[in-house]
């Protein structure tokens, strides 16, 4: 399990143990949405298809997301080169946002081979299904050079909330390396060794 440091801990392990994300939760630099290390800005994936929507009254889109991982390097990221591994692979998830203090259910993920960066994906399904009484999902990429979902040093996770609000959204997700917790600049999201 990988944790994010900061003053809200607890909360963010709770969270992340019920497999949910939070498009609120403070980062330990103060205010602002998504729950990132500096504090600010949660990926809101906006723009959609013209058609489609959530399926009411209108045609459906052929996929609910579709996008591209790409690794964003920061002072508190593990940025050194990743060679992916042959059992390499993205876990890209989609789960319904119920509330701040609610869990998220999954919905859908795909797994796909991770062969290096960017990491395109796309995700279909229906839309009315998938949305349900929500009007947001929320999309989050894992990368795990290795096989298995047990996070390790080097393994790369998008740190923000990524809020899907229509099918046929596409979106550019940043994903950060995991550092050990030990690390002298470790922030964000770390692996404890």
């Known amino acids: 399990m990988y944790i994010q440091r900061s003053s809200k801990l607890a ?3 709770a969270l992340f143990a019920a497999g949910c994300g939070s498009t609120t939760t403070d980062g330990p630099g103060g205010g602002g949405n998504g ?7 949660g990926g809101t994936a906006e ?8 399926g009411e009254g209108g045609a459906t889109n052929d996929f609910l997301v579709r996008g591209v991982g790409i690794r964003e390097m920061t002072a508190t990221t593990y940025n050194e080169e990743i060679l992916p591994a042959p059992d390499a692979h993205a876990v890209v998830s989609l789960r319904r946002y119920e509330g701040e203090d609610a869990s998220a259910p999954l919905v859908t993920e795909i797994d796909i081979p ?3 960066f960017p990491v395109p994906f ?8 998938a949305f349900g009484d929500s009007d947001t999902l929320l999309l989050r990429i894992e990368i795990f050079n290795h096989a298995g979902t047990d996070a390790t040093i080097g393994d790369l996770v998008s740190e923000h909330s990524n809020e899907i609000q ?3 959204t596409e979106v550019e997700i940043l994903v950060g390396g995991l550092e050990s917790c030990d690390a002298p600049n ?5 692996v404890d060794p």
């Open 11 to 13: 909360l963010l392990i």
């Open 47 to 54: 723009g959609g298809s013209a058609e489609g929507g959530t």
């Open 114 to 116: 991770f062969t290096g």
């Open 166 to 168: 229509s099918a046929g």
């Open 122 to 129: 796309e995700i279909d399904g229906d839309p009315v299904a």
């Open 186 to 190: 470790a922030g964000g999201y770390c």
């Open 35 to 41: 729950g990132d290390a500096e504090g600010g800005q």
